[in-house]
Every structure is written in C-alpha cells, then in structure tokens.
C-alpha cells in the first residue's frame, strides 16, 4: 500500500502481517518483485530504484554426454563487478540520487527478483541447434541479510539471523508452488576468492525447473532410510561443534572440503517451512555459531559457499532438511582449490582430517594455520 509523494519524491509504503513477521511488497517493473521482512510492524519510504534489465535470451543446453542441462544467460557478463560502497546495489537509499535494488531509506531482511538473472519466468523461445535446448525458465532471487553493508553471517544478531530464515521459509514455499518449479535452493556466496561480485552481506535463491542430477542422487538416499537420522547420538563427540534441541552442528566425517560444517535439525522435515518458527530460531542459533568458528579458525573472513537442502519436488515425505558450509581455506594462506581429479570426475581429496578440523574450529587445536 502506497502513500501520496513525499517531497523528495519518496512514497511511504506499509508492510502487513504475514506468517509470524510483516512484509511489504513491492512491485518493481518487468515482473520484478521486491519483498522486504521485519519482525514488527513498520513503514518504509521508497524511492525509485534501479531500473530492470532486459535481453540476454537465457536458455539451456543438454550436455550430449551426461544429459545434464547448462544454462546460457548473455545478460550476466554486464552484471554490477566490485562496486564502491558508496555505490553498492544492496544498501538502502537516503535519497532520490543513488539509485540501489533496495529502494527504501532502511530495511531489515530484504529480497528481490535478480536483474541479472540466469533463469526468467517468462523465459523466451530456446534457439534450435544440434542439441537438446529448453528454455531458461526458473527464478533467481537476492537475498539482502542486512542494510549494514559490514555485516556478515558471523556477525549479525542471531535473531535477525533468525528472521532471515523465517523469511526464506516464506519465499522458499511460495517458488516451490510454482507448478514449473522442480527445486529451490537457498544458497551464499562469500568472499571474493569464490568470485562474490558484492561485498555487502547476502545470499540468493535459485528456483529450477528441474532436478540437478547429484541432488537427486542425495535426495534417493532417503527413500530408503534416512541417513541424517539420529546423528546426536551417533556421531563421534568431537566432531561436534554446537547443539541445541532442535538441531546439531557439526564436521561431517565425509567433509569433501576442509573445515565443511553441516547444520542438521533432530527432526525430519522437508524445509525451512516444515520446520517451524521456534525450531528455525535454533537453527539460526546454530548456523550464527558455525559461521563464527569459520571466521575464527584463521582470524579472517572464511570464503565459503553455503546452501540449505530442502526437498526436490516428490521428495517431502522422506527427505530430511539439512544446511551445509563448504569453505575454501585449507590453512590461513592457503585456498583449496578443486583441480583435475575433482573436476573431471567429482572424486575428492581431502587434505585435513575432518577429526582435525573440527579441533581447530572448536579451538582444541594449538596449530593454527
Ligand atoms: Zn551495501
């Protein structure tokens, strides 16, 4: 809901109550959407933000070997690199001038259809070539964490961790009733070493149309059993970083990187959704911790990719939601790097002991580095 002009050109807009939080949505041309979440009610003054991009013909191709589909999005290479901060697309407006995707004077949690996305809804005719192609249709979201462009997982409140998780539990459950929608993922990027082209803190959500073959080989796993089930009890006390009742943190003893954290809850659920508010709100406990032992293991930012498992579509019966961190650092000044052997055939070597990663991350270790 809109108000009259302000003077500087702002309008005031309202967010109303939705699912234990408020959100306010706001159109933002070409089919773009801006939802922006907080725990209490408030109103935002919102300017006139970046204007949408268009073109970039997104498609996929079929790999002739493995079948596996590669998405082409020309629109990406123009994507914003490395801004300034004072130009940073992810902080609020103060006013009309330096327009941001974020267009209003402050913001909690915010997330918005990406203008350079891969994957469109209304995605145009694939070209008609020697190979399978299909056309890229699917959604790509931002997920802002904070309007303080300093922030990071390690540092935020874990309660507005907490309503951030809440919010993705909202998004997730509404792209995944999408009937075209086959699999969401809410994922981060961090750090420049994995190519982060924005400093300020956030992550995305990716909504395919399809089931990437290695997530549906993880997603058969539970058909038959549940392989998550039961890990406060079984797994070796060392391993274990934090717990509380709804969840376990800990590095898996089948870490494909080094310093890898999953984050499981007790529960079998689905999603984020499924797991309820008060159970999200120990997860996000949980994952605060994590992402501040992997800040503390070398004193440093951890590069790292992050993303939460929740069911493909036709697994939500037995499919056990489950959070995982895979960072990039094997020593302080050392990166791991995915070279020929994991490249070409998804066969990893591990240099650290998972046992001895989770003493440097609980602090057990005097060998730092
Ligand atoms: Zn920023």
Redesign the pocket.
């Known amino acids: 809901m809109t108000d009259p002009l302000h003077e500087d050109g702002a309008t005031a807009i309202t967010a109303v109550a939705a699912d234990g939080l408020y959100r306010a949505t706001v159109p933002r041309g070409e089919g773009r959407r801006l939802y922006l979440f907080s725990r209490l009610a408030r109103s935002y003054r919102l300017f006139d933000g970046l204007p949408s991009v268009t073109g970039g013909s997104a498609h996929f191709r079929q790999h002739p070997l493995t079948g596996e589909w590669i998405s082409y999005s020309g629109v990406r290479q123009g994507r914003t690199f490395l801004p300034q ?1 004072a130009e ?1 697309p ?2 609020a407006m103060t006013s009309g001038e330096l327009k941001t995707d974020i267009p209003v004077d402050d913001y909690e949690v915010a997330i918005f259809t990406n203008r350079f996305a891969a994957l469109t809804e209304e995605a145009s005719l694939p070209p008609d070539m020697m190979l399978g192609t299909r056309p890229g249709t699917g959604i790509c979201e931002v997920v802002s964490y904070s309007a303080d ?1 300093q922030a990071s997982l390690s540092t935020i409140e874990p309660d507005r961790v907490a309503l951030l998780l809440d919010a993705l539990a909202i998004r997730c459950t509404e792209l995944m009733a999408n009937a075209d929608i086959a699999y969401v993922m809410p994922f981060e990027n961090r750090g420049r070493e994995i190519g982060v082209t924005l400093d ?1 803190p956030h992550g995305q959500i990716y909504a395919l149309p399809h089931i990437p073959d290695r997530i549906k080989k993880a997603a058969d796993a539970f058909r038959t059993d549940d392989p998550l089930a039961g890990l406060s009890q079984r797994l070796p006390e060392q391993l274990v970083l934090a717990k509380n009742k709804s969840g376990i943190a800990f590095v898996p003893p089948w870490a494909r990187y080094p310093f890898e954290i999953w984050i499981v809850p007790h529960q079998q659920v689905a999603d984020l959704a499924a797991l309820g508010a008060e159970a999200r709100a120990d997860m996000a406990a949980l994952v605060s911790i994590a992402a501040g032992k992997l800040d503390a293991a070398f004193d440093a930012p951890m590069p790292y990719t992050f993303a939460w498992q929740m069911a493909p579509r036709g697994y939500a019966d037995e499919f056990h939601l489950h959070a995982v961190f895979q960072p990039l650092k094997r020593a302080a000044d050392k990166m791991k790097y995915l070279a020929s052997v994991e490249q070409f055939t998804g066969f990893f070597l591990v240099d650290l002991l998972p046992e001895a990663a989770a003493d440097i991350l609980n602090g057990q270790d005097g060998q730092r580095g």
């Open positions: 901060t940073c992810l902080c462009h300020h």
